[in-house]
């Protein structure tokens, strides 16, 4: 079936350094689509990020993913990351329909210091 | 823009009793309802699908005997929780869609606290 890894649970950083979460997939669809939430405690999980189309890279609030279909993956990354950023990041898959509901990885907090 | 209200924001009830949450979508129209639980891990585990005019989807250690959902009109569902006890603890998410959306929309969800 469908499935989405995320290898790090936690990750630490200090303030103005990059970050990289990194995610890969699993699907029967060749045109899957790909999100970055971000969930802020007593917040609502937010979409961050979607894909496009293949080897293209999407923007948002100064963070940016690339879908690699031949890779399967989309990784997330930002040049400076800031307190704010402190949160807790999913990726997502979904069928090219949205027929079927979303399927998460397992989550990546991130923990940015002083 | 999409928004979608989730209440209560947090509960407690006691164990063998019965909770429900309401998730309400404005802005548009929610054909799909996905209700999550995420996890103590942070992991958001899927409950069902709820598809307007269609057949509730419950995944696999979900029932609707256990988790009953009622997606009576485009703009609303509720999921309830049946005879509570501690493993149902948690964060229950509702996530709403439009028709031919990949995107889900999410509400801030309802903490469950079983005494």
């Known amino acids: 079936g469908d499935s989405v890894t995320q290898k790090e649970g936690l990750v630490t950083l200090t303030e103005g350094l990059p970050v990289m979460l990194n995610c890969t997939y699993q699907?029967?669809?060749?045109?899957?689509?790909l999100f970055w939430y971000v969930h802020y405690l007593n917040e609502s999980p937010r979409l961050l990020l979607k894909?496009?189309?293949?080897?293209k890279r999407t923007e948002h609030q100064g963070f940016h993913a690339t879908l690699h279909k031949s890779s399967s993956s989309f990784h997330l990354q930002k040049s400076s990351a800031q307190l704010s950023d402190s949160a807790l990041y999913y990726c997502?898959?979904?069928?090219?329909?949205?027929?079927?509901?979303?399927?998460f990885g397992t989550g990546t907090t991130v923990s940015v210091s002083p | 823009g999409a928004l979608v209200y989730q209440y209560p924001r947090r509960t407690i009830c006691k164990s063998g009793t019965s909770m429900r949450m309401e998730c309400q979508a404005v802005?548009?129209?929610?054909?799909?309802v996905a209700w999550y639980r995420q996890s103590p891990q942070k992991t958001f585990e899927l409950i069902a699908l709820?598809?307007?005019?269609?057949?509730?989807?419950?995944e696999q250690n979900f029932t609707q005997e256990k988790f009953p959902i009622s997606h009576p009109n485009l703009s609303f569902s509720s999921m309830t929780v049946l005879n509570a006890y501690l493993e149902d603890r948690g964060l229950y998410l509702c996530?709403?869609?439009?028709?031919?959306?990949?995107?889900?929309?999410f509400g801030a969800g309802t903490r469950l606290s079983v005494l």
């Open positions: 699907t029967i669809y060749s045109n899957a689509f």
């Open positions: 997502a898959l979904s069928d090219p329909q949205g027929g079927r509901a979303l399927i």
């Open positions: 996530g709403a869609r439009g028709n031919s959306q990949n995107t889900l929309y």
């Open positions: 894909s496009s189309t293949d080897n």
């Open positions: 709820s598809t307007v005019n269609s057949a509730i989807k419950y």
């Open positions: 802005g548009f129209q929610a054909t799909s």
